[in-house]
């Protein structure tokens, strides 16, 4: 159990529509990474939120946009569903910016979009 | 361009004996480690980590060595039982602290242990 809680568990959302996905962290993390994970691959990092800004991004489109809030908890947000957006989507929380610190993963959320 | 390689898919060891899963990377800028191990249906589990000062580090059953010229990492399970059947993955993270550029992981290796 790594205190790392992720919400929906799982849906289904048709192309073009928008979804949000909620994460909150560890008790006392101040640092939230969100990841990809398609099928047969290791999970790659969307980007990073440390003390409610962005400081970190991978290679995905701005349709790709995230918050964090004052207490850490974290969405993801992604606008114009596409096919190839189906995949298990990690929250991960650690403590500044993961420095050489442990970072714990969520359980996901299952996205498919058809 | 795959900066964290884990070359065997899958790998399959009898209970009780050793599970050597490996890892190489590109990138010099790598200078902290991890494994992680995951089930099915569930988030990765942080196993062990090593940081590039160092060569060894063990925590009970798990080893991890690493070889920073030959940029290769191993982990190292003894002894291997039922419940380590699960997916591993190695995942690094560079020198400029990791944190803000995230983690690069392998695509993973599936050990099943035969009993």
């Known amino acids: 159990e790594t205190g790392v809680t992720q919400s929906p568990t799982h849906l289904i959302k048709t192309r073009g529509q928008q979804v949000t996905l909620r994460c909150s962290s560890q008790?006392?993390?101040?640092?939230v990474s969100w990841y990809q994970q398609a099928l047969g691959q290791g999970p790659q990092f969307i980007f990073q939120?440390?003390?409610?800004?962005?400081?970190g991004r991978g290679n995905f489109p701005p349709r790709f946009s995230g918050l964090q809030f004052p207490n850490y908890s974290s969405e993801l947000n992604v606008n114009a569903l596409e096919l190839d957006d189906s995949a298990l989507y990690l929250c991960?929380?650690?403590?500044?910016?993961?420095?050489?610190?442990?970072?714990?993963f969520g359980e996901g959320s299952w996205l498919t979009v058809v | 361009d795959q900066q964290v390689k884990q070359n065997s898919p899958s790998l399959s060891v009898q209970e009780g004996r050793i599970s050597i899963l490996n890892c190489d990377y590109t990138?010099?800028?790598?200078?902290?480690f991890l494994w992680y191990k995951k089930y099915p249906a569930e988030g990765p589990t942080f196993l062990i980590s090593?940081?590039?000062?160092?060569d060894k580090n063990e925590d009970g059953r798990f080893t991890v060595f690493l070889n920073k010229s030959a940029k290769h990492l191993s982990l190292h399970i003894v002894p291997s039982q039922p419940g380590d059947s699960a997916v591993y993955f190695c995942?690094?993270?560079?020198?400029?602290?990791?944190?803000?550029?995230?983690?690069?992981f392998g695509k993973g290796t599936h050990l099943i242990i035969q009993p």
């Open positions: 991960a929380s650690s403590l500044d910016q993961g420095r050489g610190n442990t970072i714990y």
């Open positions: 008790s006392g993390h101040n640092t």
């Open positions: 939120y440390y003390r409610e800004e962005e400081n």
């Open positions: 990138n010099s800028m790598f200078d902290y």
């Open positions: 090593i940081s590039s000062i160092k």
């Open positions: 995942a690094a993270s560079a020198k400029r602290g990791g944190g803000a550029d995230g983690l690069t």
